[in-house]
């Protein structure tokens, strides 16, 4: 009796948070849409800004946003996936493994700004690149490493051994049983850690803020070595700077519904791979 009271408190506490965060989660959408929607237009989507940023669109601050967040996500990816496969596969059981595992960890709590700061130091300043959309992805990648690592070790771990076993039995190399079988089984878990790495790197101010955005550019960037705009740090400016904030003001909740929808509809792509991976291994 005392068990199954015990099990009805848990669920209950389970059910509470999942609703109030659920309520968070449906305020911060609602609010966002009623101060945004106004904002959104075809003119709003499609267009560059005018008349010192209080009229016109928000089109170059769409496409620079895409650009670092694909850019990032193609330089992440690999190596992420590739460290760890070494750590899950490869590496002996040993000190200086699980403290590498420790620093990756760790490295995914350092505050965004500090990676900012390296991007400056490293790809601005060192290496020559500039503010640049190269410099802002590269920050971005470093950015959201850590979690495409731990969310693909972690999808790695999940995959039982008795089909490592099975495809070793069956003549496989190590190696080809890592990459036709132990990968597509992890693919879904991976794809989780791709989600959450997509939507921080679209929505992260401080690293580009010092690598890769301008408050204003005219048209489109040329080449990965051009300044760019973007929205997180389009919002940061029209709400911050300028000398009409009764305009900016307007047009920044715009900008973040757009970021929003953005993010939410990249998620949502990628949630579709996943569960369709997922039903293929499955069969």
């Known amino acids: 009796m005392k068990n199954k009271i015990i099990e009805k408190l848990g669920f209950a506490f389970i059910t509470l948070g999942v609703l109030i965060s659920l309520i968070f989660l449906f305020a911060i959408i609602c609010f966002i849409a009623s101060k945004g929607l106004k904002a959104i237009s075809w003119e709003f989507l499609t267009s560059v800004p005018k008349n010192a940023m209080t009229a016109g669109g928000i089109a170059p601050a769409i496409v620079g946003t895409f650009y670092l967040t694909i850019a990032a996500i193609i330089f ?22 699980n403290v590498i595992r420790m620093s990756v960890n ?23 690149f500039g503010v640049s959309i190269i410099s802002g992805s590269l920050t971005l990648g470093i950015l959201i490493l850590p979690g495409i690592i731990s969310a693909s070790q972690e999808a790695l ?94 047009i920044a909740y715009g900008c973040s519904l757009v970021l929003l929808a953005a993010v939410l509809l990249i998620s949502a792509a990628a949630i579709f791979l996943r569960n369709k991976y997922r039903s293929e291994y499955a069969n």
């Open 76 to 97: 992440a990816l690999p190596l992420g996936l590739a460290s760890a496969i070494y750590l899950n596969e490869y590496s002996p059981k040993s000190f200086v493994v």
């Open 106 to 128: 760790n490295l995914a709590g350092v505050p965004s700004v500090i990676f900012g700061l390296f991007g400056l130091a490293v790809f601005v300043k060192f290496l020559g």
């Open 157 to 250: 771990m999940a995959v039982p051994n008795s089909i490592r076993e099975a495809s070793l039995a069956l003549g496989a190399t190590k190696w080809q049983t890592i990459k036709n079988t132990v990968v597509p089984a992890a693919i879904p878990g991976i794809m989780t850690g791709v989600i959450l790495s997509i939507g921080r790197a679209a929505g992260e101010t401080a690293p580009i803020l010092f690598t890769a955005a301008t408050f204003y550019k005219r048209g489109y960037p040329d080449s990965i070595f051009s300044e760019v705009m973007a929205l997180p740090y389009h919002i940061y400016a029209l709400m911050t700077e300028g000398t009409k904030p009764e305009k900016q003001i307007f």
